[in-house]
């Protein structure tokens, strides 16, 4: 999960996301044309690319009409783990954004499809998260059970206690499968920066000696959920996110198109993107122009 920028006081050396930079050319417009033009759905990153904090980014009231406008099918994705697709939806709503709860995919939602195909319908959880993952699940119909625990599934918990922790830990040592909705190991805040679901998860693994099954960007599980919701094809698709190390990773582990949204350079050492844009607006009027 990624909120903002870099915060005052917060050196490079210190921030967790830092990477040694190389410069970014932006594509021209008369670039990457077949690109835009033959791509049928895209998946948008929430945080960075549609809003940072409770503001609307550019581009992000005219999203939804011009992709319905284009025929291009839509579908937003997040790592958040802690709020359910029906928050995310009022979240827009409030910006202006009309979406429906079915239009956001949530690393929770990814991973209950996956604990239900590798233990199935209704098997017993040991969970360490907040409320939005909890309902996730139940609503899924698995059955909280720390006791009798097919799987221990770990999100982001800004309520963590040690207890949650040893359950975690006493159902993976008993023979639970280990899920992790993400592993983001650094949550940022105007204070700094916070554990993240991934602190968690390392301290689990830690203990049992046992890794998880990681569901979330960079990891492909996500896009794969979002996409069969769409009924799209990987030729045809991409992922719009302003992460590279998250959401461009994603995009090559899936298979499908990656576009960076992104003022500021990548690493040298990182994956290119296939088109990189000064921000969702600049995309929207970029796919308006390769469909004539």
């Not at 609307?56 to 783990?81: E, K």
């Not at 720390?146 to 309520?159: I, K, N």
Request: include cysteine.
């Amino acid at each position: 999960m990624r909120e903002g920028g870099k915060r005052q006081g917060v050196s490079d050396a210190d921030d967790p996301g830092f990477i040694h930079l190389r410069e970014v050319v932006l594509m021209g417009d008369d670039m990457g044309q077949d690109f835009l033009g033959s791509l049928r759905a895209l998946l948008i990153d929430l945080d960075g690319v549609m809003y940072r904090g409770d503001a609307p980014l550019a581009g992000a009231l005219d999203a939804v009409p011009i992709l319905d406008t284009l025929g291009i099918q839509h579908a937003f994705v997040t790592n958040n783990a802690t709020q359910t697709p029906e928050q995310f939806q009022v979240k827009l709503a409030g910006m202006g954004v009309p979406v429906e709860a079915r239009d956001v995919v949530t690393s929770s939602e990814a991973t209950a499809l996956y604990v239900r195909r590798v233990a199935g319908p209704g098997a017993r959880l040991c969970i360490v998260g907040e409320d939005g993952l909890r309902q996730v699940m139940l609503q899924a119909g698995f059955v909280i059970d720390d006791e009798d625990a097919a799987v221990v599934v770990v999100g982001l918990d800004r309520h963590l206690t040690y207890q949650r922790l040893v359950a975690a830990c006493q159902a993976i040592q008993r023979g639970a499968r280990f899920v992790a909705t993400n592993a983001d190991r650094a949550l940022p805040v105007e204070e700094g920066w916070w554990p993240g679901a991934g602190a968690i998860v390392a301290a689990i693994a830690t203990t049992t000696g046992v890794q998880p099954t990681v569901i979330g960007k960079p990891e492909p599980t996500l896009l794969t959920v979002a996409l069969e919701r769409l009924g799209a094809d990987l030729q045809h698709s991409a992922i719009v996110g302003d992460q590279v190390q998250a959401d461009i990773r994603a995009g090559r582990a899936a298979g499908i198109g990656t576009i960076l949204v992104a003022s500021d350079p990548v690493g040298p050492d990182e994956p290119m993107p296939d088109l990189v844009v000064r921000d969702l607006a600049d995309l929207l009027d970029r796919l308006r122009t390769a469909r004539g």
